[in-house]
């Protein structure tokens, strides 16, 4: 989190791996769960990924979704916003998050 400039101890991490749901993305298992332990609105919540899927799953689920590029993939996945590193979230987070 060093690249946001915020310190861990303003964040809540947890976790959810493939390991933890029965069914894996594009499916909003996993993200439904989040959202519970959070307890926190789809409005209220950015998700940031860097495929297709989690476009998809955001979307699914009403979610605004930050795609961060992945060189690694032969294709660009598109979402609400496009940014080309984690670093460029510390801009949109700064400035807020409209619905």
Known sequence: MNAL???????EVYI???????KLKPHSEGLKRILEHFKVTPDETLF?????????????????????RNNKLQYIPVGDYNLKNIKDLKGLLGDGIDR
């Open 5 to 11: 400039g915020k310190q861990d101890k303003y964040l």
């Open 16 to 22: 959810i791996g493939r390991e933890d749901v029965s």
């Open 48 to 68: 940031v990924g860097d495929t297709d899927h989690d476009t998809r799953v955001a979307h699914t689920m009403g979610i605004k979704c930050a795609i961060i």
